[in-house]
Nanobody, 115 residues
Framework: QVQLVESGGGLVQAGGSLRLSCAAS????????MGWYRQAPGKQREWVAT???????FYADSVKGRFTISGDNAKNTVYLQMSSLKPEDTAVYSC?????????WGQGTQVTVSS
C-alpha cells in the first residue's frame, strides 16, 4: 500500500504560480506512474499530468505549457509546478500512485485561483 500526502495548495490570483507536492511512502522508482488529477465543484475528476518511473511526462491539453510535473527520488516526492494560473484551474488537486497492486490516492489539496 502506498500512502500519499499532498501539500502546497492555496489561494492565488490569476496569472500567479503555485507548486504542489506529493510525498509518497514508497520510493518513486518502485512506482510505475505518479499522476496529478483535479476535481472542480460539480465536475468529474480530470486527469492533469503523469510522470512515469522512466521519467516520461504527459499533460492534459488544458495545462500543457503551463504546468510541469517532476519528481525528487531522494525525497520520494512528486511536484506539480503550476504557472499562468486561471480561474478555471480552481479545484481540489490529488495525486495518485499506480503500482502493480492497484492505484492509491492522496487526500487532495485545494487550489483556488481568483480573477
Amino acid at each position: 500500500q502506498v500512502q500519499l500526502v499532498e501539500s502546497g495548495g492555496g489561494l492565488v490570483q490569476a496569472g500567479g504560480s503555485l507548486r504542489l507536492s506529493c510525498a509518497a511512502s514508497e520510493r518513486l522508482v518502485s512506482i510505475n506512474t505518479m499522476g496529478w488529477y483535479r476535481q472542480a465543484p460539480g465536475k468529474q475528476r480530470e486527469w492533469v499530468a503523469t510522470l512515469t518511473s522512466r521519467g516520461s511526462t504527459f499533460y492534459a491539453d488544458s495545462v500543457k505549457g503551463r504546468f510541469t510535473i517532476s519528481g525528487d527520488n531522494a525525497k520520494n516526492t512528486v511536484y506539480l509546478q503550476m504557472s499562468s494560473l486561471k480561474p478555471e484551474d480552481t479545484a481540489v488537486y490529488s495525486c495518485a500512485a499506480g503500482v502493480m497492486s492497484g492505484q492509491y490516492w492522496g487526500q487532495g489539496t485545494q487550489v483556488t485561483v481568483s480573477s
